[in-house]
Nanobody, 121 residues
């Protein structure tokens, strides 16, 4: 079975920093794109950042210049470094990855269960 486990969510003051981690485990042939999403209460789940297998990145406008997504392929882990946090960043942050489980199979999206980030003012 494939598992994605997020960690690093916490309570932090505005202006502070956190680093989220998401480790992918299980029998996996290849990890393609990896993403971080977030969802605040009453809001839809939106993509925050994306990183491809080649390391190309993309960010939501709301976090550009403050967040950095990275990956360690040897550890099957994706990170989200969050700096200059604002109260509006408060949300459950979810890790998602497009995984190829067997050679020649198409990729499918898998999700973690989320980690809560609370930014206080």
């Amino acid at each position: 079975q494939v598992h994605l486990v997020e960690s690093g969510g916490s309570l932090v003051q505005a202006g502070g920093s956190l680093r989220l981690s998401c480790e992918v485990s299980g029998s996996i042939f290849r990890i393609n794109n990896m993403r971080w999403y977030r969802q605040a209460p009453g809001k839809q789940r939106d993509v925050v950042a994306t990183i491809t297998s080649g390391g190309s990145t993309n960010y939501a406008d709301s976090v550009k210049g403050r967040f950095t997504i990275s990956r360690d392929n040897a550890k099957n882990t994706v990170y989200l470094q969050m700096n200059s946090l604002k109260p509006e960043d408060t949300a459950v942050y979810y890790c998602a990855a497009e995984l190829v489980l067997e050679r020649l199979w198409d990729g499918m999206d898998y999700w973690g269960k989320g980690t809560l980030v609370t930014v206080s003012s």
